[in-house]
């Protein structure tokens, strides 16, 4: 926001210098963007009035003008297309410096001596113009310096408000914080009512009052069209940064400014009927001023009369019903539009106005009545005119309501690190607008004035208190606060040490998108239904993902379709999987592979991965935490899943994974190149390990027998191993595959497993008979619980 600091001195005055005030702003939160002067610099131009013009005798776009500087009257050769008798204007004397230090001379043009120039804006440095003279009031003093008639020697001060600060939008309101920072008094604008002079009212009635609770309404009638703003409000507003248009809607602009509530004029003769505050219909045509024609959505609210809209509420009026140079009658305007009534709706026409700007952030609820009576008393003294009675159409349960924040001291002193006394705190307050009443010894109840739409909580108003205080005068103090180190249980694997591991194996960590395709979703997990988001970024991210699978598996696709054919990646995160309590977020740990076994090199051969070369893989990292006995592995089927290739992952016979091949038409859907085969297991189950003990080494020789045994090919090793561990007696160390075999010599639906069983004792060296026992032991109970017999 741009304002005047002359404007703003005229409502408060701190006794300190333009960057003084700067500099207090932007440490009270209120960034200062910019300070510049509202002129160019220069000298000895002064109020000049032109007594005659007449045509040049030697060039037909020069004028010679006689023109008086109160003092003496000299002769000005001028080409502006508005220089005439009777006017005054800015007149740089012979011996003036022009902005750009461009000195003024005596010259002659075409023959004819010139003593002096007359002044456009642009050639003071107001403004871009340069359309002609700058024409100033009839009532310019002749020959007093132009700095001082028009008050030059000011600054616009550029204002980067946070969209918290609706507020400080006005002169008012930053007078406001200007005189709460200084503990100086801020003077009230005069907002007298104005009593009516005619009986003339229109109805307005409040259709959408959810939107707008409040709408305020007045008829003048027989204003003069054809004056001009005076120019101190034209000033006011150029320095502001808002061009002069015609008075009424320079008045309605100046509120803007001064007060900060917009408004709007309306003339009168063509609205049709009385006024409706209500929601567009879909596709309704408007106008606007800007001579743009808008289609209006069902969600915007709008002004309308009896007939069609005639404004975009709170953004721009409709250009059918706008003030002229015709105009005889107005309807001046001035509402309260809730702000998410029209958060965002200039945005979605490519619109941004000063009225949507201050709309969006909230502005005074209580404020309509006021901008009306200030507006209506400029206009009479601008354009006359004969003022009727403010018709007002409110929902009063509709309006916001005041707050009552509860501040206790002691929550002062904690967040802010210092005792402020209490009587200081109040008076901050107090100053601020707040009413405070006692609750207790060191506790208050505090009302939040209508203007203030960001204080809310107690936070809120400690902000304020520190703000006003002055964050530079807080004391710096290094927080202190018990930080006690949780303990590690000596059992846990850390989830780095996962990383490691799995990196070590020669996976890459990928991460992936919680959110997920819906049709991909079922491909891979048709047992739970994932909760859709209510609000999606696109199709393809449209529910959360109830396993890692899909996204690692679009990212190995993702890599095949650029020539990596070999990946292994792995990805820890959360699954999110609907319950009757609610969604449950589980962290899991999952990998994919595919392509050949090892990297390509000289030495390397061409095989490709299986699924064993996965199940090692994992097997490693759940000895991780050195529970690789607690672990298991069962044949099992899942959707995703090859159906001779999945395997369900079980902790203490509980399923905590899967493993196995991605199944042919998912993969095939995918468009993935080869077998790929996938896990995921509850990072839990991987990370909650036991603290290993040290077992004495045996300085004895070991023992081993191996066994040929022909089991059915359905039975898995596992189980083979189960039942020997039970049977082979307590010194059993060691059992090892070492072949797997199936084909000539081999009943069908039979293979040969053969395995190593190795014992050794801690104390002394085992005797056969012995180590005979235990194997026969171990024969005997293969043959009874998986049909195992010796293969000759």
């Not at 871009?128 to 002749?142: S, Y």
């Not at 307005?204 to 001009?228: D, K, Q």
């Not at 799995?502 to 491909?523: D, H, M, P, V």
């Not at 990297?599 to 490709?608: C, I, L, V």
């Given at each position: 926001?741009?304002f005047?600091e002359?404007?703003l001195r005229e409502?408060?005055q701190p006794?300190i210098?333009t960057q003084?005030l700067?500099d207090q ?12 002067p509202?002129a ?9 009035e ?9 060039a ?7 023109v ?7 002769q000005?050769?001028?080409?502006a ?6 006017i005054k204007?800015p ?17 002659k043009?075409r023959q004819?001596?010139s003593?002096?120039m007359l002044c456009a804006?642009d ?20 020959g007093?310096d132009i700095?001082d008639?028009l008050k030059?020697?000011d600054?616009?001060?550029?204002v ?6 609706g507020?400080?939008?006005s002169v008012a309101?930053m007078?406001?914080?200007v005189g709460?920072l200084?503990?100086?008094?801020v003077?009230e ?6 009593a009516?002079q005619?009986?003339?009212?229109i109805?307005?009635?409040?259709v959408?009052?959810?939107g ?6 007045r008829?003048i009638r027989n204003?003069?069209?054809g004056?001009?703003s005076?120019l101190?409000l ?9 061009r002069?248009?015609?008075p009424?809607v320079?008045v309605?602009n100046y509120v803007?400014?001064?007060l900060g509530?917009?408004m709007h004029?309306f ?13 567009a219909?879909q ?7 800007d001579?743009q024609?808008?289609?209006?959505n069902?969600d ?6 009896s007939g069609?809209a005639?404004a ?7 250009e059918p019903?706008?003030v002229t140079?015709e105009?005889?009658?107005i309807?001046?305007e ?6 998410l009534a029209i958060?965002?709706?200039a ?9 949507s ?7 005074d609820w209580?404020l309509?009545?006021r901008?009306?009576?200030r507006?209506t ?9 004969q003022?009727?009675p403010?018709?007002?159409a409110v929902a009063e ?7 009552k924040?509860?501040?206790r ?8 690190a ?5 009587a200081?705190?109040e008076e901050i307050?107090t100053r ?15 009302s939040?004035p209508s203007y203030r ?5 107690e ?5 304020e208190i520190?703000?006003v205080?002055?964050y530079?005068?807080?004391?710096v103090?290094t ?5 006690p ?8 694997v850390?989830?780095s040490?996962?990383?490691a591991?799995?990196i ?8 992936t998108?919680?959110?997920i395709e819906?049709?991909?979703s079922?491909?891979f997990?048709?047992?739970n239904t994932?909760m859709a988001?209510a ?9 959360m993902?109830?396993?890692?699978w ?5 990212a190995?696709?993702y890599?095949q379709h650029?020539?990596?054919s070999?990946?292994r990646?792995?990805e820890i995160?959360?699954r999110?999987?609907?319950g ?7 962290n ?6 595919c392509?050949?076994?090892q990297p390509?090199g000289?030495?390397?051969g061409?095989d490709k991965?299986?699924?064993f070369?996965?199940?090692g893989d994992?097997?490693t990292?759940?000895?991780l935490?050195s ?5 298991s592995?069962?044949?099992d089927s899942?959707?995703a ?5 999945s395997?369900?992952?079980?902790l203490?016979g509980?399923?905590v994974?899967?493993?196995g091949a991605?199944?042919p038409s998912?993969?095939k859907?995918?468009d993935l ?11 839990d189950?991987v990370v909650?390990?036991r ?15 191996d066994?040929a045994?022909?089991?059915?090919a ?7 191993r189960e ?6 007696g ?7 595959l070492?072949?797997v075999?199936q ?5 069908p639906g ?6 190593g069983l190795?014992w050794q004792?801690?104390s002394?060296t085992l005797?056969?008979?012995?180590i005979?026992s235990?194997v026969?032991a ?10 195992a017999?010796?293969?000759?």
């Amino acid at each position: 926001m741009k304002f005047s600091e002359h404007w703003l001195r005229e409502l408060v005055q701190p006794e300190i210098d333009t960057q003084t005030l700067a500099d207090q702003l932007s440490l009270s939160g209120l960034e200062v963007d910019d300070v510049e002067p509202v002129a160019g610099a220069f000298s000895g131009v002064v109020v000049g009035e032109i007594l005659s013009a007449e045509q040049h005798p030697n060039a037909d776009k020069l004028r010679v003008c006689q023109v008086s500087d109160g003092k003496e009257t000299v002769q000005v050769v001028c080409g502006a297309p508005n220089a005439r008798a009777g006017i005054k204007v800015p007149f740089a004397q012979v011996g003036a410096i022009l902005p750009g230090d461009f000195k003024i001379k005596k010259a002659k043009l075409r023959q004819v001596e010139s003593f002096g120039m007359l002044c456009a804006e642009d050639e003071l440095g107001l403004s871009d113009d340069h359309g002609g003279l700058m024409e100033l009031a009839a009532d310019a003093p002749v020959g007093s310096d132009i700095r001082d008639y028009l008050k030059l020697n000011d600054q616009i001060i550029d204002v980067d408000l946070t969209p918290n600060r609706g507020d400080c939008l006005s002169v008012a309101g930053m007078a406001r914080e200007v005189g709460v920072l200084n503990k100086v008094p801020v003077a009230e604008i005069d907002c007298s009512p104005v009593a009516p002079q005619i009986d003339d009212q229109i109805e307005a009635t409040l259709v959408a009052p959810h939107g707008c609770p409040r709408y305020l309404a007045r008829v003048i009638r027989n204003i003069n069209p054809g004056v001009e703003s005076p120019l101190w409000l034209q000033e006011k507003l150029r320095r502001s940064g808002i061009r002069s248009i015609d008075p009424v809607v320079d008045v309605t602009n100046y509120v803007l400014i001064e007060l900060g509530q917009p408004m709007h004029a309306f003339d009168l003769n063509k609205l049709n009927g009385g006024i409706q505050v209500r929601m567009a219909q879909q596709d309704e045509a408007l106008t606007l001023l800007d001579g743009q024609e808008v289609k209006l959505n069902s969600d915007t609210l709008v002004i309308a009369d009896s007939g069609a809209a005639v404004a975009m509420a709170g953004i721009m009026g409709g250009e059918p019903t706008s003030v002229t140079d015709e105009t005889r009658d107005i309807l001046l305007e001035s509402a309260f539009f809730a702000p998410l009534a029209i958060a965002g709706r200039a945005r979605s026409y490519g619109l941004h106005t000063d009225s949507s700007h201050r709309f969006e952030r909230g502005v005074d609820w209580q404020l309509q009545r006021r901008a009306m009576e200030r507006a209506t008393a400029l206009l009479l003294e601008i354009v006359g005119g004969q003022p009727g009675p403010v018709t007002e159409a409110v929902a009063e349960d509709q309006l916001p309501k005041a707050e009552k924040v509860r501040l206790r001291h002691d929550k002062v002193t904690s967040m802010l690190a210092l005792e402020i006394p209490a009587a200081e705190i109040e008076e901050i307050l107090t100053r601020l607008g707040l009413n405070l009443e006692r609750n207790g010894e060191r506790e208050w109840l505090a009302s939040v004035p209508s203007y203030r739409f960001d204080i809310s909580l107690e936070m809120d108003l400690i902000e304020e208190i520190a703000r006003v205080y002055g964050y530079n005068n807080l004391p710096v103090r290094t927080p202190r606060a018990e930080l006690p180190i949780p303990p590690i249980a000596e059992a846990k694997v850390n989830q780095s040490r996962v990383r490691a591991h799995l990196i070590s194996l020669g996976y890459q960590e990928a991460i992936t998108y919680s959110f997920i395709e819906a049709g991909l979703s079922k491909q891979f997990d048709d047992q739970n239904t994932p909760m859709a988001l209510a609000n999606p970024i696109s199709a393809e991210m449209a529910v959360m993902r109830t396993t890692l699978w899909p996204g690692l598996a679009k990212a190995v696709q993702y890599n095949q379709h650029r020539q990596q054919s070999r990946v292994r990646l792995f990805e820890i995160g959360q699954r999110f999987i609907p319950g009757t309590d609610g969604l449950q977020q589980q962290n899991v740990v999952a990998g994919i592979i595919c392509g050949s076994r090892q990297p390509e090199g000289w030495s390397a051969g061409n095989d490709k991965v299986d699924f064993f070369d996965l199940k090692g893989d994992l097997e490693t990292l759940l000895a991780l935490g050195s529970n690789a006995g607690r672990f298991s592995f069962r044949a099992d089927s899942h959707v995703a899943l090859h159906p001779g290739q999945s395997a369900a992952i079980l902790l203490d016979g509980e399923l905590v994974g899967r493993i196995g091949a991605l199944h042919p038409s998912l993969q095939k859907s995918l468009d993935l190149t080869g077998p790929v085969y996938l896990f995921e297991i509850a990072l839990d189950a991987v990370v909650d390990g036991r603290v290993a003990r040290f077992s004495e080494l045996s300085k004895f020789p070991e023992s081993r027998r191996d066994l040929a045994l022909l089991v059915s090919a359905e039975t898995p090793f596992a189980k083979l191993r189960e039942v020997v561990a039970e049977n082979a007696g307590e010194y059993l160390k060691q059992v090892t595959l070492f072949d797997v075999y199936q084909g000539q010599g081999i009943e069908p639906g039979r293979k040969s497993l053969a395995m190593g069983l190795t014992w050794q004792h801690p104390s002394r060296t085992l005797n056969d008979e012995e180590i005979n026992s235990a194997v026969s032991a171990v024969v005997t109970a293969l043959s009874e619980k998986v049909g195992a017999t010796l293969r000759d």
